[in-house]
T-cell receptor, first 111, second 116 residues
Framework: DQQVKQNSPSLSVQEGRISILNCDYT??????FLWYKKYPAEGPTFLIS?????DKNEDGRFTVFLNKSAKHLSLHIVPSQPGDSAVYFC??????????FGTGTRLKVLA | DVKVTQSSRYLVKRTGEKVFLECVQD?????MFWYRQDPGLGLRLIYF???????EKGDIPEGYSVSREKKERFSLILESASTNQTSMYLC???FGLGDPLKYEQYFGPGTRLTVT
């Protein structure tokens, strides 16, 4: 059973526009969520996090929104840049060090 | 800068061979993890360790074992490699105490293992 789902395997966006990556989860015990970015031939790198006591967290061009009632979170990248082209993973955790990762969304930002 | 290193970037092994994948972190992290990444399946946790000599099974431990004799080193062992273990293997580490949002995991560059 996939506890964290990223239903869009890929997304293409024009440079300068907004990229919206979505993530759904089924485990109501999840209290913390992380987003990672992964370039080919590299390990994932941490991007941004959010706690369930918040509905929004912002860091520069990256904003994560959390809708607990819908068990849904999204990552917004504004403006999108070609260097943002990568695979993005969301992950959910329940107050321990163990996170469950989604299947990833490949973002392509077109110049 | 946190550094997680993995012993090999690419590895080719034959079916039935015993395979060792090594991971070393330099941040004094309590937790260490082994994942495999496959297309369409994302990152799946194989094993993790929260202390020296301590380990717990992840979601897909079958066919794997681990060893953590020192805090900075976590090894993944494929006892008898099979073709369905061809994958990208990623090691990660994190702090073990405090704010869970600080449990972000730092990943190594990965080892692409091919079993023929």
């Amino acid at each position: 059973d996939q506890q964290v789902k990223q239903n869009s395997p890929s997304l293409s966006v024009q440079e300068g526009r907004i990229s919206i990556l979505n993530c759904d989860y089924t485990n109501s015990m999840f209290d913390y969520f992380l987003w990672y970015k992964k370039y080919p031939a590299e390990g994932p790198t941490f991007l941004i996090s959010i706690s369930s006591i918040k509905d929004k967290n912002e860091d520069g061009r990256f904003t994560v929104f959390l809708n607990k009632s819908a068990k849904h979170l999204s990552l917004h990248i504004v403006p999108s840049q070609p260097g943002d082209s990568a695979v993005y993973f969301c992950a959910g955790g329940s107050g321990t060090y163990k996170y469950i990762f989604g299947t990833g969304t490949r973002l392509k930002v077109l110049a | 800068d946190v550094k997680v290193t993995q012993s090999s970037r690419y590895l080719v092994k034959r079916t039935g061979e015993k395979v060792f994948l090594e991971c070393v972190q330099d941040m004094d992290h309590e937790n260490m993890f082994w994942y495999r990444q496959d297309p369409g399946l994302g990152l799946r946790l194989i094993y993790f360790s929260y202390d020296v000599k301590m380990k717990e099974k992840g979601d897909i431990p079958e066919g794997y074992s681990v060893s953590r004799e020192k805090k900075e080193r976590f090894s993944l062992i494929l006892e008898s490699a099979s073709t369905n273990q061809t994958s990208m293997y990623l090691c990660a580490s994190s702090f073990g105490l405090g704010d869970p949002l600080k449990y972000e995991q730092y990943f190594g560059p990965g080892t692409r293992l091919t079993v023929t």
